[in-house]
Nanobody, 115 residues
Framework: QVQLVESGGGWVQAGGSLRLSCAASGNISTSYAMVWYRQAPGKRRELVALISSRETTAYADSVKGRFTISRDNAKNTAYLQMNSLKPEDTAVYYC?????????WGQGTQVTVSS
């Protein structure tokens, strides 16, 4: 059974930075895609960034140029470096690891950006 544990969330002033981590326990291979989502109160969950098994990356337009996703396969961990944070980035951030036929969610970590 695979479990994902997120960390690194917290409170920061606008313009600040945070780095989220998502560590997987269990049998994780390099074939998994790693994705970060977020959900703000009253809004739908949205994709923020993804990194494929071949380390191709993609970002939501709202975070391009500010956020960077990366992965460390040796540590079974995905990262999300968030710079120049804005109040509208406030949300619960979730990681998701997947490959055809299976997927796993983390429990979420709160990010709060004050103006």
């Amino acid at each position: 059974q695979v479990q994902l544990v997120e960390s690194g969330g917290g409170w920061v002033q606008a313009g600040g930075s945070l780095r989220l981590s998502c560590a997987a326990s269990g049998n994780i291979s390099t074939s998994y895609a790693m994705v970060w989502y977020r959900q703000a109160p009253g809004k739908r969950r949205e994709l923020v960034a993804l990194i494929s098994s071949r380390e191709t990356t993609a970002y939501a337009d709202s975070v391009k140029g500010r956020f960077t996703i990366s992965r460390d396969n040796a540590k079974n961990t995905a990262y999300l470096q968030m710079n120049s944070l804005k109040p509208e980035d406030t949300a619960v951030y979730y990681c998701h690891f997947s490959r055809p036929g299976e997927g796993y969610w983390g429990q979420g970590t709160q990010v709060t950006v004050s103006s």
